[in-house]
């Protein structure tokens, strides 16, 4: 298991908040991709709210927990996500292949789990979908995007 998140970085004055992603893998898939919304990887606050979460993942396929931070789902699905994990102590500031975020603009490449997962005014009257979300369904989804392997 990952050791706790440190709410301090060693050498800053202020506290930094450092969070919780979710990798998955769908099938066939070696290494995980972060769960993200609309072109965003989405972070989580602490571990806990990522892991409160990852039942979702499954479509409504029991969720077993191979252990406090990874979650898998019996009966695979050919698109939809097989198995996720908890990754802690994510840095938006500091994240891989180009998607890190400047302090000085608001975020371009990470949207913080409330503002993805609430109705944020984005519901259409027509559809009834969230369009800042759009639908977690699976892999060929525009709105579930993989940003390289982690």
């Not at 706790?4 to 202020?14: D, E, V």
């Not at 699905?77 to 097989?82: H, M, R």
């Not at 109705?119 to 995007?145: C, V």
Request: proline share 7%.
């Amino acid at each position: 298991m990952s050791t706790l998140p440190s709410s301090r970085i060693p050498g800053t004055t202020a506290n930094v908040p450092i969070y919780s992603v979710i990798g998955v893998w769908f099938r066939g898939e070696e290494h995980p991709t972060l769960l993200s919304a609309n072109d965003r990887i989405i972070v989580f606050d602490t571990p806990q709210m990522a892991r409160d979460f990852m039942p979702r993942l499954g479509g409504g396929r029991p969720t077993c927990w191979k252990d406090a931070d990874s979650a898998y789902w019996p009966i695979l699905t050919k698109t939809g996500i097989n198995r996720a994990v908890v990754l802690w102590n994510y840095d938006p500031y500091n994240a891989p292949n180009g998607r890190a975020e400047s302090r000085l603009h608001e975020w371009q490449h990470h949207i913080i789990w409330q503002m993805a997962l609430a109705n944020m005014g984005q519901i259409n009257e027509k559809t009834g979908h969230n369009e800042a979300l759009g639908e977690l369904r699976d892999k060929k989804s525009p709105i579930l995007i993989a940003y390289g392997n982690w």
